[in-house]
C-alpha cells in the first residue's frame, strides 16, 4: 500500500503537522509505503500564480496517481482549513483523489471550529472525486504538547482517537476499489502532461 501525506500548516513543526508525523510512524510500521510532502515543498509563486507546470506539482500528481490512501493535516484559521493547502488542492486535477481513501487531520485553538473539517476541507477532498472520505481527527490545540520535538505528546483521548481513525484508514485502504492496470497507467500518463 502507499499512501500521500501532506501537511498544510505554513509553520513547521506544527501541531497539525505533528499529527501527520505520528500517523506516518503508525502506517510505517505496517508495512505501508509513506510520502510525505508539505506546503513548503512547493513554490510560494507556484501556488499563487497557478503554476500547473511546476516539477514539484507533477511530482505530488505522479505520486498521488499510484497512490492508495492520502491523510491531510491542517490548521484551521478563520473557521476553515489553511489558505495555503487550499491553494496546492485548487491546483490538482480534477479527478486526483479518484479511487483513493482521504483521512482529514485538523487542529484548531478552540472546539469552536470542530465543524470546519465537515464544511470547510471535506467538500474540496470530495470534488477531487476521492472514493471514500473518512471521518477524520479533530484536536484542539491544548491536547497536543511538546510538538516542537518528535514525538509529539497527545492527550491519552485523542492518542486513542487518531489510533482509531487510522486502524479505520488502514481497513479502508485494504477494502477499496483498485483501478485496473490499464486504467491506472492510462491515469498516471494524463497526469504527467
Known sequence: MRVITIAGSPRQPSRSSSLLALSHQWL????????????????????????????????????????????????????SFSGALKTLLDLLPERALDHKVVLPLATAGSIGHMLAVDY??????????????????????????????????????LEERLNE??????????????????????SAQALRV
Open 28 to 79: 510505517a510500521s505496517r508495512g505501508v509505503e509513506v510520502f510525505t510532502y508539505t506546503i513548503q515543498d512547493f513554490s510560494a509563486d507556484d501556488l499563487l500564480f497557478a503554476n500547473f507546470a511546476s516539477p514539484q506539482l507533477k511530482q505530488l500528481n505522479a505520486e498521488l496517481a499510484s497512490a492508495d490512501g492520502l491523510i491531510v493535516a491542517t490548521p484551521v484559521y478563520k473557521a
Open 120 to 157: 470547510a476541507l471535506k467538500p474540496v477532498l470530495a470534488s477531487l472525486k476521492a472514493q471514500e472520505v473518512l471521518q477524520g481527527v479533530f484536536a484542539d490545540d491544548s491536547l497536543i504538547t511538546d510538538y516542537q520535538t518528535y514525538p509529539a505528546k497527545l492527550d491519552p483521548a
Open 165 to 186: 481513525s487510522l486502524e479505520n484508514f488502514y481497513l479502508a485502504l485494504s477494502r477499496r476499489r483498485p483501478l485496473a492496470p490499464s486504467v491506472a497507467s492510462l
